[in-house]
Nanobody
Framework: QVQLVESGGGLVQAGGSLRLSCTAS???????MGWYRQAPGKEREFVAV?????????YADSVKGRFTISRRNVVENTVYLQMNGLEREDTAVYYC???????????WGTGTLVTVSS
């Protein structure tokens, strides 16, 4: 069983920064780990992803230049999302997603709330 635990959400003023983390446990081989978010009344949307082999990263246009996805190393199944220059529009529940190699199964965390105040 794969479990994802997110942390680091909270309340921040516009222009501020937060760092989210997501740690995966269980038996798996990650193909990628990434972040999605869901704002009130909106659908869940892609934020950023890291391909585990090679470490290539991809971002939604809305966060490019402000958010950075990273990991400490290949062995530790932890991914971070450094969020700078936060805007009110970034307010959402942020979810971590792991896609496993092989069958490409997706696993989701329970989410962490980020609230940006003006």
């Amino acid at each position: 069983q794969v479990q994802l635990v997110e942390s680091g959400g909270g309340l921040v003023q516009a222009g501020g920064s937060l760092r989210l983390s997501c740690t995966a446990s269980g038996t798996f081989s990650p193909l990628s780990m990434g972040w999605y978010r869901q704002a009130p009344g909106k659908e869940r949307e892609f934020v950023a992803v890291m391909r585990w082999s090679g470490g290539h990263t991809y971002y939604a246009d809305s966060v490019k230049g402000r958010f950075t996805i990273s990991r400490r190393n290949v062995v530790e199944n932890t991914v971070y999302l450094q969020m700078n220059g936060l805007e009110r529009e970034d307010t959402a529940v942020y979810y971590c997603k792991l896609t496993s190699a092989g069958y490409g199964v997706d696993y989701w965390g329970t989410g962490t709330l980020v609230t940006v105040s003006s």
